[in-house]
């Protein structure tokens, strides 16, 4: 069984930045894609980031591209989310996420999830 706990979720500014971590235990994700999704108040969970398997392909929702990274580090099964230029709209909580397949946008392709973190961008 996978477990994912999330850390570095808190309060900043708009402008500031925020890292966010996912480690990983149960067994190894190193053929796996992860992915960072989060979910405000009253709206659907959607997809934030992802990255492929060996992190050589990521993806971003519009909204974030520019502003969000995406990397892992397979050798201590973590996955980061590196979040420059917070907007008050980025406000959520953000969940770490595991896909058993190697690459993944989706949300239905991933069958684990972390507890959540959450992020909030004051004005």
């Known amino acids: 069984q996978v477990q994912l706990v999330e850390s570095g979720g808190g309060l900043v500014q708009a402008g500031g930045s925020l890292g966010l971590s996912c480690a990983a235990s149960?067994?190894?994700?190193?053929?796996?894609?992860m992915g960072w999704f989060r979910q405000a108040p009253g709206k659907e969970r959607e997809i934030v980031a992802a990255?492929?398997?060996?992190?050589?392909?990521?993806y971003y929702v519009d909204s974030v591209k520019g502003r969000f990274t995406i990397s892992r580090d397979n050798a201590k099964n973590k996955v980061y989310l590196q979040m420059n230029s917070l907007k008050p709209e980025d406000t959520a909580v953000y969940y770490c996420?595991?896909?058993?397949?190697?690459?993944?946008?989706?949300?239905?392709?991933?069958?684990?999830w972390g507890q959540g973190t959450q992020v909030t961008v004051s004005s």
């Open positions: 996420a595991a896909s058993p397949f190697p690459i993944a946008t989706s949300s239905g392709s991933y069958a684990y």
């Open positions: 149960g067994r190894t994700l190193s053929s796996n894609a």
């Open positions: 990255i492929n398997w060996s992190g050589g392909s990521t």
